[in-house]
């Protein structure tokens, strides 16, 4: 059983910057994808992006430009880059690995609150 941990999360002002990580308990070098998803209350899961293997990147309109997924394979750990963050940003951010398997796993979510 694959365990994900975020963190990172937390206050930040509007226009401000936060970076999240995503640190899984086994290798990430071979996994299919990995991906970032955020809830805020009373909404659906929203993607924020993915990670594919070779490393392209892939966002919807409302992040991009703004935020940066990237991986660092040594350290087991995805990261998302915010920046330029908006009230509309808050949201609990969870992160997800698709290992070769075919196996989906969760993290518990973080959450980050855009707020001046």
């Known amino acids: 059983q694959v365990q994900l941990v975020e963190s990172g999360g937390g206050l930040v002002q509007p226009g401000g910057s936060l970076r999240l990580s995503c640190a899984a308990s086994?290798?990430?070098?071979?996994?299919?994808?990995m991906g970032w998803y955020r809830q805020a209350p009373g909404k659906e899961r929203e993607w924020v992006g993915n990670?594919?293997?070779?490393?392209?990147?892939n966002y919807p309109d409302s992040v991009k430009g703004r935020f940066t997924i990237s991986r660092d394979n040594a350290k087991n750990t995805m990261y998302l880059q915010m920046t330029s963050l908006k009230p509309e940003d808050t949201a609990v951010y969870y992160c997800?690995?698709?290992?070769?398997?075919?196996?989906?796993?969760w993290g518990q979510g973080t959450q980050v609150t855009v707020s001046s």
């Open positions: 997800n690995a698709f290992y070769s398997d075919n196996t989906l796993y």
């Open positions: 990670i594919v293997s070779g490393g392209r990147t």
């Open positions: 086994e290798s990430i070098f071979s996994i299919n994808a």
